[in-house]
């Protein structure tokens, strides 16, 4: 028991120091994130001399599984609330908007009295204005949601390949056939968080472009009935569009 905390507590304080905490150092052909670096950590202290067991194997096997599971919950908690934030922000500034408008209807005191102290006492958060404090807190950008796809083509074929050549070394004797299906199923249960991502990272790059080609709707307003120039130069929205998906890939190549 002892040694599975050995293996799995570094993995879970990354869990719940940081969600998406980048690792200090990295490498271009690395691992980008720190919760990926300990995973990978983890898996090979499973097998490590100095703490794997040949009687437990079947157990060590399965603290190795559990991690892999254990950072693809931590990974799809990640893409939910990237995918969530942006709509619960809007939503929270909305009701914001509506509060200070309904508060500026209202009359005001007019005793100095009740001015003095309104202004001594500090202002109270409202549930909703917490709650989306705490949401920020949490909050995953969009570079820290690439990082997290490149770790996960990088991790796929890695933790096959490594768990194989562990039960190589620690367990030569045995088929390896059922522990590695084992192995696969876990993987392409993380595998499944790819399309995820790229849903996730579709919807958020495209929403401003989207916003933009409602210019569209103006150009038979522009040119119905006038003596304008046939254009040549493109329209605004075509340059906003442009350029806000060339400065998107052009910092994140």
Request: hydrophobic content about 40%; charged content about 25%; overall charge positive.
């Amino acid at each position: 028991q002892i040694r599975f905390q050995e293996v799995a507590r570094p993995l879970e304080e990354v869990f719940d120091k940081n969600l998406m905490q980048a690792t200090q150092g990295e490498t271009a052909d690395g691992p980008k994130l720190e919760a990926t670096v300990q995973l990978i950590a983890a898996v090979n202290n499973c097998f490590s001399p100095s703490i794997f067991l040949r009687p437990l194997a079947g157990r060590f096997l399965k603290l190795a599984l559990q991690c892999i599971a254990r950072y693809r919950v931590w990974a799809e908690k990640a893409i939910q609330i990237f995918d969530n934030v942006k709509g619960e922000n809007e939503v929270g500034d909305e009701s914001l908007k509506k509060k200070r408008e309904e508060e500026g209807g209202m009359k005001r005191s007019s005793t100095s009295t009740s001015l003095s102290k309104d202004k001594g006492e500090p202002l109270k958060k409202s549930t909703s204005a917490q709650a989306l404090a705490d949401v920020k807190e949490t909050r995953v950008t969009l570079s820290q949601v690439i990082l997290l796809h490149s770790d996960l083509e990088l991790l796929l074929p890695l933790l096959h390949s490594c768990i194989a050549s562990h039960l190589r070394i620690t367990l030569p004797d045995l088929n390896h056939s059922e522990p590695l299906s084992a192995v696969s199923e876990a993987i392409s249960s993380v595998s499944s968080l790819l399309p995820l991502i790229n849903d996730a990272l579709v919807r958020t790059i495209t929403a401003s472009p989207l916003k933009q080609i409602k210019g569209v709707l103006e150009i038979p307003r522009m040119y119905r009935r006038t003596n304008r120039e046939p254009p040549r130069k493109p329209c605004p929205y075509v340059v906003n569009i442009s350029t806000s998906l060339a400065t998107f890939a052009s910092s994140n190549t």
